[in-house]
């Protein structure tokens, strides 16, 4: 069983530094996702026991440094249209970054304060609250792509509808032919 968040998230290791031309600012930065995915690999197998805090303190020291990389490239590298595309992307890091901080502080901080009742009701919420926000990443990744028609996303659509129609046609032609020869 891989968690949905960790592709979310090693998949973003890969697209973040190539958005939103296909072209990096430094060769090694698509490499960026390899350390992560590995390390995830070996914390979810059990290869690696941590604590359910470090984990969590990883996920956000790599999307944060996947937010500080592309914002790198906002200031010194991108015109105002690139800079246009990538905002989208931008906020949605951000907003993920902030309120993945503030869920994973709350429990401790109750727990801390010694409100552990307080931490176990608002166990569930939080956890709710966190797939919103990992959902929020691939969300303003497909807005920004298909708003801003980048990675040439019409052509992918059109091939798409297009292979899809003569797959559809040639099944329509055999189940015909199947039927008609059997009946």
């Known amino acids: 069983f891989i968690p949905y968040y960790f592709i979310a998230l090693s998949l973003a290791g890969s697209f973040i530094p190539l958005f939103p031309d296909g072209r990096p600012l430094r060769r090694w930065t698509p490499l960026l996702g390899v350390p992560y995915s590995l390390w995830t690999l070996a914390v979810r197998f059990d290869i690696v026991q941590v604590d359910y805090v470090f984990l969590?303190?990883?996920?956000?020291?790599?999307?944060?440094?996947?937010?500080?990389?592309?914002?790198?490239?906002y200031v010194k590298r991108f015109t105002p249209r690139l800079r246009q595309q990538t905002k989208w992307l931008l906020f949605g890091l951000f907003t993920l970054i902030v309120g993945r901080s503030l869920l994973f502080l709350i429990i401790p901080l109750t727990d801390a304060l010694g409100y552990t009742v307080v931490g176990d009701v608002l166990a569930n919420p939080i956890e709710i609250a966190n797939r919103?926000?990992?959902?929020?990443?691939?969300?303003?990744?497909?807005?920004?792509?298909l708003r801003y028609r980048l990675y040439d996303i019409d052509l992918v659509i059109n091939r798409s509808l297009v292979y899809g129609a003569v797959t559809l046609g040639i099944l329509v032609i055999f189940g015909v032919g199947f039927v008609g020869t059997y009946t």
Do not use: K
Request: net charge negative.
């Open 132 to 145: 919103l926000l990992l959902f929020l990443m691939p969300l303003t990744f497909a807005f920004a792509t």
């Open 56 to 73: 969590n303190l990883t996920d956000l020291a790599f999307v944060l440094a996947l937010f500080v990389l592309l914002r790198e490239n």
